[in-house]
């Protein structure tokens, strides 16, 4: 049904589907269905991903709520907690036909006492699948079930009448529903409650019977007279270190040491996570978990005492680095940050484009096929060219991060092309030029990435630390200064991995002739070519264009802009490595000057059409998929910047 969304500039479409008149949909566009996904701006609240029904509902170890902690009440009126071995104990009375039976939290029993003096679920009856007639409910018994077992019969529970038993003593250890007169299931259907006490008043067991509990409101919003907030995530594998001591197999932490030695390698087989770290000699490892497990450092110590585990290299708990001394640097004066930072977005750029040329200049496939053979050359040098074009999104991913940086501070962004005599390293002079991965190339690139053994204020590892320390240490200078260290810090750590792939790069070709892995590539000699790098230059400019619109609208751009940006980008990387394999070299220019201002994405997904058909006429049909996406790239575009 077409209705009108108040607020909107859009026309009226179909609900949750805003385009202005005369903009044709993008291929592949997911319409939000919510009103927070489909504002214009940012909305208080929660998104629709925060929503139960839109979560990952698994438990221990959880991934972003834990079931059991939902279903805690879906019985109305009262709580439970399916946590525990012994079975699934009442934890609170809340109204609700228990309180309508006389049953108030003074029947519960002492918290910190014997289970057997508790109450517990001993069985549920309800219906757990559709085709299931009212009389046909089954009931489920609490016998020799724990607490997480007999949750997973209860989650299971359609909305309807349920009924339960509640009885004094353990779960696991009752007699369920099994003496219940006439059936649990007759209870259900007769809407009947009972409660039995002792001549003292305490309550021995209770059958209850109710409609299942809705866990939303009216609003679609959690009950918040039942759950507080934090209630649904409490017993997730948070803190980390819950994760770090029980996990193992195949998960995150099981890269943490299991057994170490000593620095010197006098003791072996030590348990890393051992709570004793005094005894000498220490006491080996032992075999088996009920064996290690109590001799190890448990929940709440492994919180608090973390930070007594040691470095392991190479299989010796070595702590020889010891905490790193601070960082005596002068800080830096505001403008001389924001300076800085304005020539390091350039940098940024030139880095890019520089290691995106030297990953076209290999003469590897953009895909490799899966029957290459294991020991020919072409994978060395693929394996080569796909570690170059990982450092170069890392690179663009760091010209947006600086140009964030500046949009916070209120400068101007840098997103034009380096000139060709903007220098990179000003130790060196090296200035911005594209060339192919040459041994002389990649050492370049290796030494431009290597972290400095000190702070060297005048390479760029070291200006970041130096901008980072200031910002840090001096944050009421600048505005959202967590912020912007973050940024920065992200910056900070990616350059030193990509120093590991440029040196991983030169064991891939170590060996191999460069006249054997790289392209001679030459600028265009035929008209199809000048067209396929008209192309390019296009997309390069609706990157750049769709870039600088994204940071310029902030909240309000979303990932719609931000998507399109990247779809220019597959795009160009495609266009390059056609024109690549053609002898082609990429250059990586705008069109012209007019595609540089606020219009660029826009202006130049206009006319990309023009130039599609004029390859389209010179070229056969092998290019006409690739074709098809740059038009439908294009038109993508053009309606993400009408959104705006």
């Known amino acids: 049904m077409d209705q009108p969304i108040p607020g909107s500039a859009g026309v009226s479409t179909p609900a949750g589907k805003i385009f202005p008149a005369g903009v044709s949909t993008p291929a592949g566009k997911i319409f939000p269905r919510n009103l927070t996904a489909r504002a214009a701006h940012r909305v208080a609240g929660n998104p629709s991903g925060s929503r139960p029904e839109s979560g990952v509902d698994n438990c221990f170890p959880g991934l972003e709520f ?38 108030s939290d003074a029947d519960l029993g002492d918290s910190t006492g014997d289970d057997e003096q508790r109450l517990h679920l001993w069985a549920v009856c309800g219906r757990t699948t559709v085709d299931q007639a009212e009389a046909e409910a089954p009931v489920f018994h609490a016998v020799d079930l724990d607490g997480p077992g007999m949750w997973r019969l209860v989650h299971d529970l359609l909305p309807g009448t349920i009924s339960i038993v509640v009885g004094r003593g353990s779960g696991s250890r009752s007699p369920g529903a099994f003496w219940v007169p006439g059936g649990l299931g007759s209870w259900r259907t007769q809407g009947r409650s009972a409660v039995q006490r002792d001549d003292a008043g305490v309550l021995e067991v209770a059958i209850l019977t109710a409609e299942r509990a809705d ?4 609003d679609g ?8 907030p934090g209630d649904l995530t409490r017993s997730l594998c948070a803190p980390w270190q819950y994760d770090f001591r029980e996990c193992g197999c195949y998960y995150w932490a099981a890269s943490k040491p299991d057994i170490s030695a000593t620095s010197g390698g006098e003791y072996r087989n030590l348990n890393f996570q051992r709570s004793d770290r005094t005894t000498v000699p220490p006491a080996p490892d032992l075999t088996t978990y009920l064996e290690r497990g109590p001799l190890e450092l448990d929940h709440p110590e492994l919180i608090m005492n973390w930070n007594v585990l040691p470095v392991v290299l190479n299989g010796r708990e070595d702590d020889a680095l010891g905490v790193p001394a ?10 001389d940050v924001i300076r800085e930072l304005t020539r390091l977005a350039v940098v940024e750029h030139a880095l890019c484009l520089e290691y995106l040329y030297a990953h076209y200049s290999l003469d590897a496939p953009m895909t490799l096929p899966e029957d290459t053979p294991e020991d020919v050359p072409v994978r060395r040098v693929f394996a080569a060219a796909q570690e170059v074009f990982g450092v170069a999104e890392d690179e663009m991913r760091h010209l947006r991060w600086v140009n964030e940086i500046l949009g916070v501070l209120g400068r101007p962004l840098q997103l034009d092309r380096p000139a060709d005599d903007f220098v990179i390293q000003q130790q060196t002079g090296h200035q911005f030029r594209l060339e192919p991965l040459t041994p002389e190339q990649l050492e370049w690139f290796i030494a431009v990435e290597k972290p400095s053994a000190q702070i060297d204020p005048d390479g760029i590892d070291g200006m970041y630390v130096r901008l980072h320390h200031t910002i840090v240490n001096n944050p009421s200078a600048f505005p959202q200064a967590e912020r912007l260290a973050h940024l920065i810090k ?22 191999l002739d460069p006249d054997g892995y790289l392209r001679r590539l030459t600028p265009p000699n035929d008209t199809l070519d000048v067209e396929l790098l008209r192309l390019a230059d296009l997309n390069y400019a609706m990157v750049l264009g769709a870039l600088r619109a994204t940071l310029e609208a902030g909240d309000r751009a979303g990932g719609l802009l931000r998507a399109q940006a990247v779809r220019s980008m597959q795009n160009l990387h495609e266009l390059n490595h056609r024109l690549a394999a053609r002898g082609v070299a990429p250059r990586f220019a ?6 540089s201002d606020g219009q660029a994405p826009r202006a130049a997904a206009r006319a990309v059409g023009e130039v599609v058909r004029s390859i389209r006429s010179l070229a056969d049909g092998s290019l006409q998929e690739q074709m098809d996406r740059q038009e439908e790239g294009a038109r993508a575009l053009v309606a993400a910047c009408s959104l705006q």
């Open 66 to 103: 834990d079931q059991r902690n939902l279903d805690k009440a879906f019985f109305r009126g009262l709580v439970f907690d399916f946590h525990h071995d012994t079975g699934s104990r009442l934890l609170a009375v809340k109204g609700g036909v228990a309180e309508e039976q006389g049953i």
């Open 215 to 218: 866990y939303l409101d009216e």
């Open 221 to 228: 919003v959690i009950e918040p007279d039942v759950y507080e």
């Open 326 to 335: 601070p960082l005596d640097l002068p800080l830096m004066e505001p403008q």
């Open 490 to 511: 992200l910056i900070i750590d990616e350059g030193d991995d990509h120093y590991h792939r440029f040196t991983a790069i030169r064991g891939h070709l170590a060996g």
């Open 590 to 595: 705008a069109p012209s000057p007019a595609l």
